[in-house]
């Protein structure tokens, strides 16, 4: 179950509630029984495994390439 993070709007407090997704939201403040709002937070981004950055991508030393033949004639 999800944790849901509530805030009134009359005195300020702040509060968590633990709620599953089908249940309403809650409309009362618990300290003085005012109308609260659910407050939303970015989701964290986590990165993980290679490729993520420039130098992942790149050879630590550049390849030598072969001579190229002249051609006869």
């Known amino acids: 179950m999800p944790t849901y993070e509530y805030k ?6 702040r509060f968590e509630k633990r709620q599953r997704f089908d249940e309403d939201p809650i409309k ?5 029984q005012c109308e609260v ?5 970015s989701a964290p981004i ?9 130098t ?16 006869t004639g």
């Open 37 to 41: 709002q659910r407050v939303f937070h």
């Open 28 to 32: 009362k403040c618990p300290h003085c």
């Open 8 to 13: 009134c709007v009359n005195c300020g407090i």
């Open 56 to 71: 992942d991508s790149r050879n630590p030393e550049p390849t030598k390439q072969a001579p190229r033949k002249q051609p």
């Open 46 to 54: 986590i990165f993980k495994g290679s490729g993520f950055y420039v």
